[in-house]
């Protein structure tokens, strides 16, 4: 387990949910998307609570000032002038979330196995590229009008640091002025690519954000996989 105390990485923080039934039996962490910070989706997890009793929910901030919100916060700035800046992003920014979910699971004394990543737009974009790469591989995935990040150079196999593969689900309105729908699309068939099991669902009306049909899929969805 990486040690936060003696690493050079950001140590993270932000809200968190004890689980309704008292005991913590899995760890849902949300990741926020740019320029919002942990807080933004730290209630997601009480309208979970009643599906996931034995849940405990944590919603870091992410690690740097974002560039376009001085009260917001960003995993690797945006700036849409540099083709790597979404691979070089979440490889940057990689080490201290993986550093902090290591500590979380270690707060609740639970193993690997026990976590599950919820992620919202460039949370989405950390939650597939961490997930993917953690060594046991999380009880599932989902993602929110987010991004499956790939190498701008079409040489670099990525197969290569795929580490597991949990189940996911995509999520995604089909009014997405940020990023498109099409995402979503463009994502699954890399992950079925990469023999990683995933589902979808587009919300029909739904601009850049989540209504509540998407959250009553996310939840049913990791309420199957969370025991």
């Known amino acids: 387990m990486a040690d ?3 690493t050079n990485v ?3 923080d932000g809200p968190r949910l004890a689980p309704a039934s008292g005991r913590a039996k899995n760890l849902i962490v949300f990741l926020h998307g ?14 979970w609570q009643q599906l996931l009793p034995d849940t ?3 919603s870091p901030h992410a690690p740097r000032p974002c560039g376009q919100s001085p009260t917001g916060r960003e995993w690797f700035p945006l ?9 070089d992003g979440v490889h ?4 201290a979330l993986e550093a902090f979910l290591d500590a979380e699971l270690a707060r609740h004394n639970l193993p690997p196995s026990a976590l599950a990543l919820v992620g919202f737009s460039q ?12 060594a046991v591989a999380p009880a599932a995935i989902v993602g929110y009008s987010g991004l499956l990040v790939l190498p701008p150079d079409e040489e670099t196999d990525i197969t290569l640091d795929i580490r ?22 463009m994502a699954a068939q890399a992950l079925s690519a990469l023999d990683v099991p995933v589902e979808w669902h587009v919300s029909p009306g739904v601009g850049h954000g989540i209504d509540q049909e998407g959250l009553r899929h996310g939840g049913e969805f990791l309420a199957r996989r969370l025991r």
């Open 4 to 6: 936060q105390s003696t």
């Open 10 to 12: 950001p140590r993270l």
């Open 34 to 47: 740019y320029g919002a910070d942990g807080n933004d989706l730290i209630d997601i997890g009480r309208a």
């Open 56 to 58: 405990a929910f944590v």
């Open 79 to 87: 700036t849409f002038r540099d083709p790597n800046e979404r691979w």
């Open 92 to 95: 940057a920014a990689a080490p």
């Open 123 to 134: 949370g989405t974009m950390m939650a597939l590229h961490v997930g993917l790469r953690r």
């Open 164 to 185: 597991s593969r949990p189940p996911v689900l995509l999520v995604h309105g089909d009014r997405d002025e940020l990023i498109p729908v099409q995402a979503l699309f």
